[in-house]
């Protein structure tokens, strides 16, 4: 989205209204003295400001943001957009300041023909979708005298995944099993390792792991009971839908921390279990678009 | 030190820099101590920034405020005058540098800086202090982009150099803006005062002071003749004229009841114009005898020299006519007779017995004058540069002896034995001669070419100009004083006149000088209607000003807007880019617009949903575009095969 011309404001700060107030005060004495060089000294100050104007709006034209992502959050938590500022001219655009709502991210710069990403954190309160619909781009440069903006309406949508219940129970041990096979213990094939969790038996803490890293590992071994779950809403406890779908988030972030394989089963939708962090991605984007409310819309 | 501590401290010494320079020109006339808490402040602040010193709180600094009001009060006497203000302003800078911790801080310290700039003006517009300012101004402006900046990453900023491209591009428009914004015919508030020490001629003059001056090579004033200019022994500049004596030193004195006798002017005059630079004095300096100059500007008084209402503190340009022949005064009335012929009771008695005794020995008052030249001329006296001081009784020292003296004493001595003859006579102190530009065309009258001479008022022909140095050293009146020393002491820059290379350069800095004095000092309402009829305007009112300022200004900022867009215009980039930002905005006119936040590919989906007629095209655009843009070696072949099917695209 290019900033044209059309919708860039700009006007003095109080910087710059007080810099016109010193300019007026220099005009008068030089005057009124017949001072030359004091009337020059301060036509160049003023001519200075002019251009000072002109380059803070030029310092916006043809500037052309675009979304370049974002990373949807829990409820609750911050949702970051990112925006790319692309800059075609060949001049390099200073202290770009852009901002949703009420907080202004550090000024970027955007050398000549480069491009900026600048992260905007948005608070999120409820699951669903949140639509970044305005963002301003404003600049002081140079000189703070002057303030330009161009407020644009990208209409960037992000997910907000549900909170993770904070108190879960565990997911039912013959929550439906993928693939038919029936949850068996056993501990016949090594399969990899996890993290510790508390009440992991310690017999199965990979010491020679711990003493490469700091990290306590346990070693897991296929055929473990929960080793490929399907979440299912309807094994979800909760007082409403929310309340289950937060249950489900959590098994959904527990699995994956347990680098698990876990599939997700909705009214509707199902998905088939796999490992890692795509399907964690899946499973949460599932449960929020499901039933979601109107998207919120800053 | 913190990163943010390094940015504080850079942003601190940016501004202080900017400071420092805008004071540098207030350094010749600010008092020591004043110049001493500044410097000590600024040191102070810097280390306590390095060091993290705490500052002092408000009581402190309140206090020292208050402080150093009264010390300027005390120091000055005012805090209104140009020297008190410029003295405060600098004070309350550094006192400001005490409190420096946001921006806002560091923009006002700015500000003052720029005033600081106006004030060094209001001292002196010559090239040397504009050529100090400019820069500052520039180091200011820097400081206030390097100030007023948020971001963390300052280092693209340049602020010196994005600084100087901006008053580049100012430059046009404030020239515009010099030449066409209208001058004021008077003041909206008095007149300025600038209480400078000048070195010149003033209203008093003892023993030596002439010869101290004559050591100063600076420019009195430059002298542009319509036509030829008189002869060298007829520059005789009439500066204050000196009536009072005390026995040791003259003075103007105050003569109100006195009326200026009439003058009848004989012969061709002669007409200039003098830019006169300042004085500090209320004299101007014209040829004798003046007849008309500038009107308004001056009055003459009795004793025939130009007077100014207010003392001179700028370039100050006057037009005058005078006649070299003439003859003032043919009466004289009792008051002037008095005047000139007071002599303080009891002070160089032996002086006063020698001249009445002459007088009895000599006809007339004519061969009185001679005798007297030739006891000069003939006896052991000495015309130098570096007289010895002389006694109370200073023209009884000075003929009985030392009988060395310079111009000053010359004409000291004559005057008073011309008064103690019963002759009315009086010293009149001016310039003499002048050194002729060939490069301007102008004559450049310096201190150095300061003189004395004496004026007698003899029943025939009134008041007559006798010049007693002409008769101990002619060559001084004919060929300018150096050649009165030649072989004999050093002069100030006598060097630089025996070198034909470096006298023509000195001469063509004196050009430069007068030109600056002319086009940019001087230029005024008067040179402003000049213009607008060179521009075209028959009768030029307040209507054309603002119609060639108006004019002007937009010739400005159009030419400024070009500029700009010349500077920010989009670099030939990636070839790919240009051609799939064509497809982009092909697809816009057609209503077709590609929203923020969406990648090409889902954009071509999105066309071919909404255009299912375009959507193979706009597929193949956007994968060969991805290809050239993403892969590790774009090939030429995707490349021209994107711009065919940009170029074929019409949707």
Known sequence: MALSRGRIYILPTGLGVAFGLMLFAMLLGSLNYANNMGLGLTFLLAALGLVAMQACHRNLETLIARGAGTEPPFAGKDAIFRIALANPGGAPRCELETSAGVSPELPVTVAAGGESTVSLRLPTRRRGTIVLDSIEIATRFPYGLFRAWAVLHPAIHCLVYPQPAAEAPPPPLAAGVAGGGTARRGDDDFAGLKNYHPGDPPRRIAWKAFARSDEILVKEFSGDAEATPVFDLADAPGADLEARLSVLARWIVDAHARGVTFGLRLPGIELTPEPGDAQRRRCLAALARYQAPDPDVV | ?651
């Open chain 2, 1 to 651: 030190m913190s990163s943010e501590h390094k940015e504080n401290f850079r942003r601190l010494a940016w501004t202080m820099g900017g400071l420092l320079a805008a004071l540098g020109p207030h350094l010749l006339h600010l008092k020591p101590w004043v110049t001493g808490f500044v410097l000590a402040v600024c040191a102070w602040r810097l280390l306590a920034e390095r060091r993290e010193w705490r500052m002092p709180g408000t009581p402190l600094r309140a206090l020292i405020a208050l402080g150093v009001t009264a010390a300027v009060i005390l120091g000055y006497s005012t805090i209104t005058g140009l020297d008190g203000g410029t003295a405060l302003l600098a004070l309350m800078s550094a006192l400001k540098l005490l409190e420096t911790r946001t921006a806002r801080d560091h923009t006002v310290l700015i500000f003052i800086g720029w005033f600081l700039c106006l004030a060094a003006f209001l001292y002196a517009q010559d090239i040397a202090t504009a050529a100090w300012v400019l820069p500052t101004v520039w180091l200011l402006a820097a400081a206030l982009l390097e100030v007023s900046r948020h971001g963390q990453d300052g280092s693209s900023l340049r602020p010196f150099r994005t600084t100087g491209a901006m008053l580049l591009k100012a430059a046009p428009i404030a020239l515009i803006l010099f030449l066409f914004f209208p001058r004021l015919a008077g003041s909206f508030w008095g007149a300025p005062s600038a209480e400078r020490a000048l070195s010149g001629l003033t209203d008093e003059m003892s023993p030596g002071d002439i010869s101290d001056l004559t050591l100063n090579d600076i420019v009195a004033f430059r002298v542009r003749f319509s036509g030829d200019p008189p002869p060298p022994a007829l520059r005789y500049w009439r500066g204050p004229v000196l009536s009072e004596f005390d026995g040791y030193s003259w003075s103007r004195g105050d003569a109100q009841s006195i009326y200026r006798p009439p003058v009848d002017h004989v012969g061709a005059p002669v007409d200039y114009t003098v830019t006169l630079e300042p004085t500090g004095q209320q004299m101007l300096f014209a040829l004798d005898m003046v007849e008309r100059w500038t009107p308004g500007l001056a009055r003459q008084s009795w004793d025939f020299g130009l007077r100014t209402r207010y003392p001179v503190h700028t370039v100050l340009r006057y037009d005058a006519r005078s006649y070299p022949r003439y003859r003032a005064g043919s009466e004289i009335s009792k008051a002037l007779q008095n005047l000139s012929l007071q002599l303080p009771r009891g002070r160089n008695p032996r002086a006063a017995e020698f001249a009445r005794n002459l007088r009895a020995s000599s006809g007339s008052d004519s061969t009185y004058i001679q005798a007297v030249l030739d006891l000069f001329r003939k006896q052991d006296f000495y015309y130098t540069l570096t007289p010895p001081g002389l006694e109370r009784d200073s023209v009884d020292d000075f003929l009985f002896n030392t009988r060395q003296g310079f111009c000053g004493h010359y004409a000291s001595a004559f005057t008073m034995l011309m008064r103690a003859a019963g002759i009315p006579a009086r010293v009149v102190a001016g310039y003499q001669g002048g050194d002729w530009n060939p490069i301007g065309g102008y004559l450049i009258v310096r201190q150095s070419h300061a003189h004395a001479w004496s004026e007698v008022w003899l029943a025939d022909s009134g008041w007559r100009r006798v010049d007693p140095t002409a008769a101990i050293a002619p060559e001084r009146i004919e060929r300018g004083f150096e050649s009165a020393f030649q072989g004999g002491e050093l002069l100030p820059g006598g060097l630089m006149r025996d070198s034909n290379f470096w006298w023509q350069a000195v001469m063509i800095w004196d050009n430069v000088n007068e030109r600056w004095n002319d086009w940019v000092i001087q230029f005024d309402r008067a040179s402003q209607e000049e213009l607008l009829l060179t521009l075209g305007f028959d009768d030029p009112d307040w209507r054309a000003f603002g119609l060639v300022l108006g004019a002007g200004l937009a010739l400005g900022i159009a030419l400024l807007f070009f500029w700009l867009a010349w500077e920010f215009r989009p670099r030939r980039g990636d070839p790919a880019v240009r051609s799939y930002r064509r497809f982009v905005s092909r697809l816009e006119r057609r209503g077709i617009e590609s929203p923020v936040g969406e990648a090409p590919r889902d954009f071509a989906l999105r066309i071919r949903r909404l255009r299912p007629d375009l959507g193979v095209t706009a597929l193949a655009i956007t994968e060969t575009y991805l290809r050239l843009r993403y892969l590790p070696a774009p090939s030429a072949g995707d490349l021209r095969l994107l711009r065919g099917l940009v170029a074929r695209f019409d949707p």
